[in-house]
C-alpha cells in the first residue's frame, strides 16, 4: 500500500490500520517526522538538562542475608522518593533477559499482516492486543512506539494463544519477575507495618501480563517521545532495558542533598539490572495504609 507521509488518513491507514506500524514507516525510508508524530514541547523531555540516575543497582540478594534491613531501606528509600530503582541478583537468569529480547525482535520483525491479525477489535484472542501508541484513534498526537500486550491468566493460555515468536520466552521472563513483585510488595507493605497473607498479596497484583515495545530508529527525536508522560497503573512494573537508554523520570519531590523536584532523570542501562517501577496501586494503598 502506497502511502504519504504527509497526509494524516494516509499515515493511520497504514500505521495503524493494516498494521505496519512505525516500523513500517521507518522502513520506507523515512528521513523526517510526519507531522503527526510531533509531539508539543510540554510533552518532550530536553535530554541535555536530564541528569543521569547515578545510584547504584540493589542487590536482592542482600534480602536474604545479614544485609536485609539495609536493603529494605534502600528499596524503600527509592520507592517513596524516585518511584524507580534498578536491581541485580534478581533471580531472573541473564539467558532468559536475552531471549525475551531476541523474542521480541523477531515478532516486530514479522510481515505485516501477521502482526496486524493481533489489532484492537480484530485480535483472534482477548490475551493479545498488537499496537501502536496509546489510543491512536484520538490522540492528536502519536506516540512513536509499537507494542504487543501478552495478558496472562494461565501456563495453558498462554501457550495457546500468545504468538509463536514470543510466548515461551515470554513465559519464562514473567513467571521469575512476578516473584520479583512479590518479593518487593510484601517488604514494602511490612515496612507500612501491613502484614498480608499469599491470597491478599495475589490479589493486590492483580493483572499480570507481558509488554514489549519496539521504538524503531527516528530521523528526529527531538520532536517526539516513544512514551508519553505517563505513570503506571498496577502494583509494580518490572522492565528490561536494552542497551540503547532512554528511559526518563520525573523527579516528584526534593531529595537531600540529591535530586530536585521537577527534574528529568535518564535511567541509564546496566548490563544484568532490571529496573522497577513502582505504579499507581501500590502508591495509592501506600496512603491509605499511612
Request: charged share 25%; net charge negative.
Amino acid at each position: 500500500m502506497a502511502i504519504s507521509f504527509d497526509d494524516d488518513d494516509s499515515i493511520y491507514n497504514f500505521v495503524v490500520r493494516d498494521g505496519h506500524g512505525i516500523k513500517g514507516m521507518v522502513d520506507l525510508g523515512l528521513n523526517k517526522v510526519p507531522e503527526r508524530y510531533i509531539q508539543p514541547p510540554d510533552e518532550r523531555v530536553d535530554n541535555l538538562k536530564a541528569r543521569s540516575y547515578d545510584r547504584p543497582p540493589i542487590d536482592l540478594s542482600m534480602l536474604d542475608g545479614p544485609q536485609r534491613s539495609q536493603a529494605v531501606e534502600l528499596i524503600a528509600e527509592a520507592a517513596e522518593k524516585v518511584g524507580f530503582f534498578q536491581v541485580v541478583n534478581h533471580g531472573v537468569p541473564i539467558e532468559v533477559m536475552e531471549s525475551v529480547e531476541t523474542a521480541a525482535r523477531e515478532f516486530f520483525g514479522r510481515r505485516p499482516e501477521k502482526k496486524a491479525v493481533y489489532r484492537k477489535g480484530v485480535s483472534p484472542t482477548p490475551y493479545v492486543k498488537y499496537g501502536t501508541s496509546f489510543m491512536p484513534d484520538i490522540e492528536k498526537a502519536l506516540e512513536w512506539k509499537d507494542f504487543v500486550n501478552m495478558a496472562y491468566t494461565t501456563d495453558a493460555d498462554a501457550l495457546e494463544f500468545w504468538p509463536n515468536e514470543c510466548k515461551k520466552a515470554a513465559l519464562e521472563y514473567l513467571k521469575p519477575s512476578i516473584s520479583i513483585v512479590r518479593k518487593l510488595t510484601t517488604l514494602l507493605m511490612e515496612r507500612l507495618g501491613v502484614i498480608l497473607d499469599e491470597s491478599r498479596i495475589d490479589d493486590l497484583i492483580g493483572l499480570q501480563f507481558v509488554q514489549m515495545n519496539f521504538y524503531p530508529a527516528c530521523p528526529n527525536p527531538d520532536l517526539t517521545v516513544g512514551v508519553r508522560r505517563h505513570s503506571d497503573m498496577g502494583m509494580l512494573t518490572v522492565l528490561l532495558q536494552d542497551g540503547i537508554g532512554g528511559l526518563y523520570v520525573k523527579i516528584e519531590e526534593d531529595i537531600a542533598n540529591a535530586e530536585k523536584k521537577g527534574e528529568w532523570m535518564e535511567i541509564p542501562p546496566i548490563a544484568g539490572a532490571l529496573v522497577i517501577n513502582v505504579g499507581d496501586t501500590l502508591e495509592v494503598r501506600i496512603l491509605i495504609y499511612l
